[in-house]
């Protein structure tokens, strides 16, 4: 009966000089991966918490102490300046809405009008809150893309409402034109306002915030993607990394002369 030799074995010595290589690429795919699923958790969760905390601050001083719940409470409780502020906007903007009200309001608007410093602030800041916050606006609603900055090269824009007629009419030419707002990358609350002929506009099918995240991501993250897929390809990716470096760890067979 023939006895079957066992495999040789290598020396740790010999091992494949990859394997230091291998072992840093699955922690970098592993980590990534990881990043990817919990970098936009954790960023939410602190710009959520940021803004109600901020709030809290603003609103806190104005609360008498009996009415805070820190009074009755061993310990504080985040949101409830958020809470007495939304309760406060809708009671004002209830109030206004009646004839004594506005009666007010006009009135404050009046004396604002009366400064030359503050009334130029006043007024462009409650065109644009009209503007963005009203129900049947549609600033900003509509993406397109113009040529810009030079022929042959294409720009997201967020178009916005037609010219005045004082602006319409000293635009050269007969065609009509409309105001667009091109965002740079990576902050697109910076950018580029001009005035454009509605031939040059390309109206594409895209909500204002998938143009806002494409932008913000400088193309990396494209309309329509799902998030739970990329994380899932990553993880793919980290695993046929991890099989890979296994298979470069495994030892050359030996060649028989």
Same mark, same amino acid.
């Given at each position: 009966?023939?006895?079957?030799?066992?495999?040789?074995?290598?020396?740790?010595?010999?091992?494949?000089?990859?394997?230091?290589? *291998?072992?840093?690429?699955?922690? +970098?795919?592993?980590?990534?991966?990881?990043?990817?699923?919990?970098?936009?958790?954790?960023?939410?969760?602190?710009?959520?918490?940021?803004?109600?905390?901020?709030?809290?601050?603003?609103?806190?001083?104005?609360?008498?102490?009996?009415?805070?719940?820190?009074?009755?409470?061993?310990?504080?409780?985040? *949101?409830?300046?958020?809470?007495?502020?939304?309760?406060?906007?809708?009671?004002?903007?209830?109030?206004?809405?009646?004839?004594?009200?506005?009666?007010?309001?006009?009135?404050?608007?009046?004396?604002?009008?009366?400064?030359?410093?503050? +009334?130029?602030?006043?007024?462009?800041?409650?065109?644009?809150?009209?503007?963005?916050?009203?129900?049947? *606006?549609?600033?900003?609603?509509?993406?397109?893309?113009?040529?810009?900055?030079?022929?042959?090269?294409?720009?997201?824009?967020?178009?916005?409402?037609?010219?005045?007629?004082?602006?319409? %009419?000293?635009?050269?030419?007969?065609?009509?034109?409309?105001?667009?707002?091109?965002?740079?990358?990576?902050?697109?609350?910076? *950018?580029?306002?001009?005035?454009?002929?509605?031939?040059?506009?390309?109206?594409?099918?895209?909500?204002?915030?998938?143009?806002?995240?494409?932008?913000?991501?400088?193309?990396?993250?494209?309309?329509?993607?799902?998030?739970?897929?990329?994380?899932?390809?990553?993880?793919?990716?980290? %695993?046929?990394? +991890?099989?890979?470096?296994?298979?470069?760890?495994?030892?050359?067979?030996?060649?028989?002369?």
């Amino acid at each position: 009966m023939n006895r079957q030799e066992p495999p040789p074995t290598v020396p740790p010595s010999e091992s494949h000089p990859d394997a230091p290589r *291998g072992l840093m690429a699955r922690f +970098r795919n592993y980590f990534l991966t990881g990043l990817v699923v919990a970098g936009p958790i954790a960023i939410t969760f602190y710009l959520t918490w940021w803004f109600v905390t901020w709030v809290d601050g603003l609103v806190r001083p104005f609360v008498p102490i009996a009415y805070r719940p820190e009074t009755y409470l061993p310990f504080g409780l985040p *949101g409830s300046g958020l809470i007495v502020a939304v309760i406060a906007l809708t009671l004002l903007g209830f109030l206004t809405a009646n004839l004594i009200g506005r009666t007010l309001v006009d009135l404050g608007e009046r004396l604002l009008g009366r400064i030359p410093a503050v +009334r130029a602030i006043y007024r462009g800041l409650k065109q644009v809150f009209e503007t963005l916050f009203s129900g049947n *606006g549609s600033s900003f609603r509509r993406v397109g893309i113009v040529e810009f900055p030079s022929p042959g090269m294409w720009s997201i824009v967020l178009i916005s409402q037609a010219p005045s007629v004082e602006i319409a %009419n000293s635009l050269p030419g007969q065609e009509e034109h409309i105001s667009v707002f091109l965002p740079c990358a990576p902050n697109p609350t910076t *950018g580029f306002f001009f005035y454009v002929p509605k031939s040059k506009i390309i109206e594409i099918d895209m909500s204002a915030e998938d143009a806002a995240t494409l932008i913000m991501s400088a193309g990396v993250v494209q309309p329509g993607s799902d998030p739970q897929k990329k994380a899932a390809a990553l993880a793919g990716m980290a %695993n046929a990394a +991890r099989v890979a470096n296994a298979a470069t760890l495994q030892p050359a067979p030996m060649k028989v002369e």
